[in-house]
């Protein structure tokens, strides 16, 4: 049995007091980290995608303003905390839609406020270590509690990576995979491929292989067959597992674009769909997936593929590259303080009151 993915791949290490990411646009034919020693890189990768996947994006944040600190500190030991302010802001402009990146920068921001004034490093170091071990605990405990939600042995259909690779560890979609699969809940996992950038052809079919739970890549369109198909046979795909980058605080649901269709899907087709996701994915500062900014990433991510342009010379494109599913499509929201069956406002409030 090899060593679990999750385990044996990192993709955020701190070490020899630097940042290290994995980079995930060359994975998984190449295993190369990238080492940053400055905010303005740390954020240039997270636009990149070198890291990607909302908890991911939120931890690797949290180094980058130790990095920043370290500098401003260094540079200008008496006002660094004002100037810090800035590489905040360019860390925040990394990315718009994973609300952990917010999360995780305003934590920072606020422990910064109350730091005396010596040394910063070793007290902001600590946070985001702490940042990043929060993040493998809940991812562990959901994969607890959503396994628990499926009752008969099935198939199951996920989209994009919210694997070990979106998270500082062990994954929250594939995270419930994994503790289903332990414990024979699973006989099979369905990956969209996710155009443009591949998440699941890459990312979770790497993930799944690893782990030797067996993975069958989709593209997209084949979803609705499939699901339809499925159900006539000894394994029908009975839950849609996803992770999100941002949950209002009605139960609406941001995740990569294309899950929407999926929801539709399992609700047409009476199937179950289940969004994992710690509670640091919960936005309560917005009433309605209506405010969730959507990213639009470049044009020429559609237009081409692998560097190579592909389609027609002339033609446009659009890129969103998340959507939003209505909280009445959603079955039940899993995070680490508990599960959200058919969620709304009042749940997810009672839900957060929970949380420290
Ligand atoms: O564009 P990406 O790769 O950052 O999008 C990632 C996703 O949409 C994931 O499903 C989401 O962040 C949940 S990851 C635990």
Redesign the pocket.
């Given at each position: 049995m090899n060593d679990k993915a999750y385990d044996s791949i990192k993709p955020i290490i701190w070490q020899d007091n630097s940042l290290q990411l994995l980079d995930?646009r060359i994975l998984p034919s190449e295993h190369t980290y990238i080492t940053l020693n400055d905010a303005n890189s740390v954020a240039q990768a997270i636009t990149d995608?070198v890291v990607?996947?909302?908890?991911?994006?939120g931890i690797t944040a949290a180094y980058g303003i130790v990095i920043a600190a370290r500098q401003r500190f260094s540079d200008n030991p008496d006002n660094w905390k004002q100037e810090i302010e800035h590489d905040l802001q360019t860390l925040a402009q990394s990315?718009p839609?994973?609300v952990?990146l917010f999360w995780a920068i305003d934590l920072m921001r606020e422990v910064i406020k109350g730091l005396a004034v010596d040394d910063p490093v070793s007290t902001l170091l600590a946070i985001a270590k702490q940042i990043h071990d929060d993040d493998i605990a809940a991812n562990v405990k959901m994969g607890q509690l959503g396994a628990q939600l499926i009752e008969h042995k099935c198939a199951v259909l996920t989209?994009?990576?919210?694997?070990a690779l979106?998270?500082g560890g062990y994954?929250?979609?594939?995270g419930v995979i994994r503790s289903a699969f332990t414990q024979d809940k699973i006989s099979h996992v369905y990956a969209d491929e996710?155009r443009p950038?591949l998440?699941g052809a890459r990312l979770t079919a790497w993930e799944m292989v690893h782990d030797d739970i067996p993975v069958s890549l989709l593209v997209e369109g084949a979803a609705a067959h499939m699901i339809k198909t499925s159900q006539m046979t000894d394994n029908p795909i009975r839950w849609i597992i996803?992770?999100?980058?941002r949950i209002a605080s009605n139960g609406d649901v941001a995740?990569?674009i294309g899950?929407y269709a999926l929801a539709v899907l399992a609700r047409h087709h009476g199937i179950k769909f289940m969004v994992?996701?710690p509670t640091t994915?919960i936005d309560m500062n917005i009433i309605s997936g209506d405010d969730i900014p959507i990213?639009e990433r470049s044009t020429k991510e559609v237009l081409g593929f692998s560097g190579h342009e592909v389609a027609a010379q002339g033609a446009q494109a659009r890129n969103p590259?998340?959507d939003v599913t209505p909280a009445e499509l959603v079955d039940a929201i899993v995070t680490e303080k508990g599960v959200v069956l058919n969620p709304n406002l009042e749940k997810i409030k009672a839900l957060m009151t929970n949380v420290g």
């Open positions: 995930q995608m990607r996947g909302a908890p991911a994006i990315r839609t994973a952990n989209h994009c990576n919210a694997g979106a998270t994954g929250t979609a594939l996710t950038w998440q996803v992770g999100s980058d995740n990569k899950t994992a996701a994915t990213e590259a998340f």
